[in-house]
């Protein structure tokens, strides 16, 4: 997410803040009462939007971590086994081709070493041998495996940012409509009261905005305002 964002969700707890300062303009009124609880389900769905996201920048990173130390250590392991493999070759007299090219997605890396882990593996102690570490052929499996679960993870992460993202821009524009039913109220009680103004001004106020971040622009609220709460 973006400062914007964050600007954002900070107006909206602000604004809740001041309506529950003078709660008293608002109740008994049906549709403030509703744009409340639209307001405060808002409030805690934005940060809950929020947690989730961070949590899944947060799985993202770690796997992009672990996909590349996963990757580094199957393909070294693949590099042993090529070079290894012309040994074998003439101890057995059967061709083996080994070959692994300098470079390749995970997807064809992973295929690669599936092949790889098929042929070997038969003959992990002529590779052994050959003074190729036994580990080297035995441990190709769960390193394909890790390099996969890698890619998986990161791919989920991925997405579940974006749906988590969503969620947030969701709730701030709920919010922002919220609140503009919730002003119209509110001015019409506290219009000739400067203070009581200038406490809800402040509470909308979400601070400049790069054009980049510009969003659109929830319902219309009355000329009495500033700048209101949009989402992103």
């Known amino acids: 997410m973006n400062s914007q964002n964050n600007r954002q969700y900070q107006a909206l707890v602000d604004v809740r803040a001041v309506c529950a300062k003078r709660a008293d303009v608002f109740r008994g009124n049906p549709v403030a009462e509703k744009m409340l609880a639209q307001l405060d389900a808002a409030v805690t769905n934005a940060a809950a939007g929020f947690a989730d996201h961070q949590s899944r920048v947060t799985a993202h990173r770690d796997a992009t971590k672990s996909r590349r130390a996963d990757r580094a250590a199957l393909r070294e392991s693949l590099n042993g086994i090529a070079n290894t493999g012309p040994l074998v070759t003439i101890e057995t007299g059967t061709p083996l ?115 980049a971040e510009a969003a659109p622009v929830p319902a219309r609220a009355p000329e009495a305002t500033a700048t209101t709460v949009k989402a992103a």
């Open 97 to 211: 081709d080994f070959g692994l090219p300098k470079g390749c997605s995970d997807l064809q890396l992973t295929a690669i070493a599936k092949d790889f882990a098929a042929r070997a593996m038969p003959l992990a102690e002529r590779f052994a041998g050959h003074r190729l570490p036994p580990h080297v052929v035995a441990d190709l499996p769960e390193q394909i495996a890790a390099l996969e679960r890698a890619v998986a993870v990161q791919r989920e992460a991925r997405r579940g940012h974006k749906v988590a993202r969503q969620s947030i821009v969701a709730a701030l524009r709920s919010g922002a409509e919220a609140v503009d039913a919730l002003e119209r109220i509110y001015m019409n009680v506290f219009r000739g009261d400067q203070d009581a103004v200038n406490d809800w001004l402040a509470a909308r106020r979400i601070g400049p905005a790069r054009a």
